[in-house]
Every structure is written in structure tokens, then in C-alpha cells.
């Protein structure tokens, strides 16, 4: 088939991932404290970004989602960095002249330790967010808005409350369902701050919702009911919130807040798996019996294409950008053949007439994998900027469209 012209080929990558956690980071703080596998400079992007965005274009991966890391060019509260924040227009300079689009992240999972430690916990409380949240998104547009092609402003809302508040991975490791629920609402009102500084700037805003289709493990009444919690959490909660513009969480009443309703250009996610839900509320590989990665789920083309359906049919209308799918192993055949099998789930679904605008592949070279450190891969590349077979693979898809 033939892609849409236009069509975005691109990788993905966070500051922390690539770069290592910056010093005044939260995720620094829990890396010192032990808590934390040390992720010392990345893979080495820092330095090496000119290099790697020479190898995204030879592969024909013309687009690059990099974070701009806040606890970098901010690191005490109205202290701005100008070397950091020279050193990210170099990147993104670099990134325009090697044919690159960059696509820019304001916050993915780690935030300057002085905002986490705000009003009980950064986007918990509404003045953090509304006052220095916004300030941030709007000094990032004024200072690096002319460079930037397209604002993935906040990176899985969903993942990061519960992460963060529920299951106690990530700072300020928390483990309260009602804080949760107040930083995810806090999140989600976040992005439509951010919409509101950065829309009308000429550059597409886009969301990244981590989604997988979910399951019940079996046909008891407890799995079903998680089942839906999980799927209202996951799902109901922001498509609610962008088809309708109203907050709707399990439990809570539905608070109205029309300007949340379509507050992107593009509705991005993240896809890796679907899951199964059990009985005591947790997860586990679906489909069954199906091959497990390193991180304890099962890649799986097949939910892609039903979250690409599930989209298309609950926002009508809405173009789609798929911001991150990759599969984190040593085996690299294997990761070939699940980018090849999803590749072909993208085709069918726009031969269907799903308005699909674009594939981000995570990662381009191998990065540090948060709580895993450096022992799982999800690049096309190694950290010695070597191309895998599944670069050559997907190179080679690209120039076919």
C-alpha cells in the first residue's frame, strides 16, 4: 500500500532515558538514595545527538520525539540554566539540519525536585500547575518554539499517577489511590494548559495516552469488574474528557471543564501489549500463553490494531498518532518480526480508513530502561550506534511507501 503523504516515520526517547537523570531531578534524588539503578549520561545522546540523528535519516526515520528536560533548564525554582538551555537548541538545530523534525516532550515521568515537593505533590495542586507548570510550557515556547516541529507536551498521564501515586515505582513513590486520582486529574488538566500556550504556534500538539486493550483472565464476577475499573481509568476517563469536556473518575462525580474537550491536534498514544486482569486486581500476560518480554508482558500486533479501531470508533473524526511501539529484548528476530506484524496492522487499519498520521518507534538506540537500568533493549540500534536487523527492516518499509 501507499502511506499518506505526509506520513510521520520517527523514534522516541526521553531526556532521563537518553541523556541521564538530571541533577536536580526527583528521579536523581531516588537514583543517590539507592533506590534506583544509577543512569549516569544515557546512552550517551548528550554528546553523540548530531551522530544519531545522521543515523535516524539514513534509516529514513525522519521525525524524533526528545524530552526537554525541566529539572535541566530550571533547576531551583526561577533559576533558568543558559547553558542547558543553549545545549537544547543545539540538539534541536542539529536535529533541522540533518533532516530531522523534532517533536518535543515537556514532561516525561521525572520533574525538578523543587516542583515534585510543591502544595503536597507537583500536579496534585492546582497553583503548582497552573502557575509554574504553565510558565514552564510557555518559556519553552517562546525559547525554542521556531525549532520545533510538533509538542508531545506530557507523556502518559495515566501511567504516571498511578506509577507515581498508586503503585509506588516512581517519585514521589506514593501508594494512595486518592492521590492518584488527584494527580491524574492534575495531569490531564496539565495537557490543556499546555494546549493553551502552545496551539496557534503553527506546530501540531499531540497527546501520549499509554492504552492496551484489556481483559478479564477468566469469567470470575471480581476479574470482569476490575477489568472495567481498569479500562475507565485507562480509557473512559481522558476520552470522556476530550470528546466531552467533562472529568468522570470511578467513584467521583463528573466535574465540567469544557475547554479539556479536544485539546490536542492529534490524539497519540503508546501501545505494547494488551493485558489480562485478575481476580486481586493485577495484571498479567494476555494473550495466553503467548511469549513474555523482559518486562513481564506479551508484545502483540493484534491490540494495536483494536486500539486503533477503539480510537477511531469512541472519537470520530480525530487523527491518530501512534507515539511509541517497541518491544524491549535481546532477540532481536523477535523484535523484527512484532514491528513487522505491527506495521501490517497500521496498513490494514488505513485501508479502512482509520486516519493513522504517524509511527514512532521506541527507541532508536538502546537507553536506560528506568527501574531495569541498561539490561533491557528496545532500540533499532545499539548503544554503540550499531544498526540491528530490525533498523534494516523497517528502513527498508519506510522507502517501500
Not at 495484571?283 to 508484545?299: D, I, K, T
Request: proline letters at 6%; one cysteine or more.
Amino acid at each position: 500500500m501507499t502511506r499518506p503523504d505526509g506520513f510521520w516515520w520517527g523514534t522516541g526517547a526521553s531526556s532521563t532515558q537518553c541523556e541521564g537523570a538530571a541533577p536536580e531531578s526527583d528521579w536523581f534524588r531516588e537514583e543517590q538514595r539507592g533506590t534506583f539503578p544509577p543512569s549516569g549520561e544515557g546512552n550517551g545522546f548528550g554528546t553523540r545527538y548530531a551522530e544519531d540523528f545522521a543515523l535516524y535519516a539514513e534509516h529514513g526515520l525522519t521525525h524524533h520525539r526528545l524530552s526537554i528536560e525541566w529539572a535541566r533548564i530550571e533547576p531551583a525554582e526561577g533559576h533558568r540554566d543558559l547553558a542547558a538551555v543553549e545545549h537544547y537548541r543545539a540538539i534541536l538545530e542539529a536535529a533541522r539540519d540533518a533532516g530531522i523534525s523534532p517533536w518535543v516532550c515537556l514532561h516525561h515521568f521525572s520533574l525538578p525536585g523543587w516542583f515534585t515537593e510543591m502544595g503536597g505533590g507537583a500536579f496534585r495542586d492546582d497553583r503548582a500547575r497552573s502557575y509554574y507548570w504553565a510558565r514552564h510550557v510557555a518559556f519553552c515556547a517562546e525559547t525554542f518554539g521556531d525549532l520545533v516541529f510538533g509538542w508531545k507536551p506530557i507523556n502518559e498521564p495515566f501511567a504516571y499517577a498511578a506509577a507515581s501515586y498508586l503503585l509506588g515505582q516512581f517519585p514521589p513513590r506514593r501508594t494512595d489511590p486518592a492521590q492518584m486520582i488527584e494527580a491524574y486529574r492534575g495531569v490531564l488538566l496539565a495537557q490543556r494548559d499546555a494546549w493553551r500556550e502552545l496551539r496557534g504556534g503553527g506546530a501540531p500538539v499531540a497527546t501520549i495516552h499509554n492504552l492496551s486493550p484489556l481483559f478479564p483472565v477468566d469469567n470470575s464476577v471480581p476479574a470482569e469488574r476490575n477489568t472495567r475499573t481498569i479500562d475507565e481509568l485507562m480509557w473512559d476517563v481522558w476520552m470522556r474528557a476530550d470528546r466531552d469536556g467533562v472529568l468522570a473518575f470511578p467513584g467521583r462525580g463528573v466535574e465540567e471543564v469544557a475547554d479539556l474537550r479536544e485539546c490536542c491536534d492529534l490524539v497519540g498514544f503508546s501501545y505494547y501489549s494488551a493485558q489480562g486482569v485478575t481476580r486481586e486486581l493485577g495484571f498479567a500476560p494476555y494473550p495466553s500463553g503467548a511469549r513474555v518480554g523482559q518486562l513481564g508482558y506479551a508484545p502483540w500486533s493484534e491490540g494495536l490494531g483494536i486500539v486503533l479501531r477503539r480510537l477511531h470508533d469512541a472519537l470520530p473524526g480525530r487523527p491518530l498518532l501512534i507515539c511509541e511501539h517497541g518491544v524491549g529484548t535481546d532477540d532481536d528476530e523477535w523484535r523484527t518480526d512484532v514491528l513487522r506484524e505491527s506495521l501490517a496492522v497500521v496498513d490494514d487499519a488505513i485501508d479502512d480508513g482509520v486516519d493513522v498520521r504517524g509511527f514512532f518507534h521506541w527507541t532508536g538506540v538502546d537507553n536506560y530502561e528506568w527501574t531495569y537500568g541498561y539490561d533491557v533493549e528496545f532500540g533499532l540500534f545499539t548503544r554503540d550506534r550499531e544498526p540491528r536487523a530490525s533498523a534494516t527492516m523497517l528502513a527498508e518499509h519506510i522507502r517501500s511507501r
